[in-house]
């Protein structure tokens, strides 16, 4: 009996120890995860900070292209006040140039009379004055007409050089605002260029950001389904170990065969391993106790539901490798081990017969098998009670 007690404490220490190496490893994946949630949720912040500091600049670039756009339309209108003064004094240069040649075509009249018909004008002035004085005031008269000819002739000529340099000026004038003008469209391209590239950086920026968010939810979820696997994987030790410590009973509830259940691997019926103790339950060789059906069968052959059912867990365990578990109600879930594949999903309803995963030999496994187990309200029972 002593005997029996020992090797009923060693299994229950391997099966803690087994389970215990389980909860450490997800509880590092655990720590992992959160690791990489907190590295996701700085890179956000990092690019929320980064899309307002561009944003400030965009305003700052936006209030340039404001003023530049103001410029551009006052320089627009002094070129255009200064294109209409050209024009004016064209005009008026024109006036004054025909003022200039009608003048200088009388004086020249003039002087030609004068120079051909000089001694006789004279003279006749002279028969035809009806006194000395009178005389005299016909020859003031030419003279005073000949100096009249001649400032006119200046003052139109001071006219027009004066209007020839305005409309110089009004063309330089002209000249340096349409310089400007170019100048000023210029950094007006260049200021939308950069308003361009700045709003393509926020773009990329909210990209970021909804990416991080992403990645902060997806994580998020992980951790969930983590945490709900160390706590399956809890629930697990506990529940090898209140198996192990009445493993003398192992025969367990009786269940009814049938009722809903199939077969867990259809391609194949070949038990390698029983529900219950391995060889000599004492210690002999071989000896420990089997908590559920080895069912030998190829990598990759598909594995079924048993029963209709909600998927409570879909994980990884060191030792049990890739495995699930489904709920099928009334505290009995089926147990499927060792898989090289897991298809069904945390939380998934699952009809009977429904592939939820494939063959293999993960996890502590010595060739290609799925290992098939029954709980009853945390209690592994003989599987034949439910699958014949």
Known sequence: MKRFMRVVLSLVLAASLSFTSIAVVKSDKLNELKNQKAAAAANKNKY????????????????QLSSVAVQIYENKKKLDK??????????RLKKAKASVISQNADMEKRIQFMYENGDTEMLDMLL????????????EYITELSSYDRKMFNKLKETQDR?????????DEKDNLLALQDKQK???VSLKNLEASKKKELSGYDDLIKHSEASEKRIAGEIAAQQAAIAAAERA???YNNTASSSVKYKGSKGTKGGGWTWPCPSSHTITSEYGYRGDPFGGSGGGFHSGLDIGA???????????????WSSFSSTAGNWIGISHGNGVVSVYMHMSARIAKTGQH??????????GTTGSSTGNHLHFGVQKNGSYVNPHNYIG
């Open 82 to 91: 200064t294109q209409s003064d050209i024009k004016k004094t064209k005009k």
């Open 128 to 139: 035809n004055s009806k006194s000395i004085s009178d005389f005299l005031n016909k020859a």
């Open 350 to 359: 699952v009809n009977k017969g429904q592939t939820i995963g494939l063959v």
């Open 48 to 63: 929320k900070k980064k899309k307002s500091e561009a944003k400030k600049y965009l305003a700052s670039v936006d209030k």
């Open 298 to 312: 190829p990598a990759g052959t598909p594995i079924v539901a048993a029963k209709a059912g909600t998927v409570a």
């Open 186 to 188: 210029a950094e007006q």
């Open 237 to 239: 030790e506990n529940q």
């Open 163 to 171: 209007i020839a340099k305005s409309k110089k000026a009004l063309s």
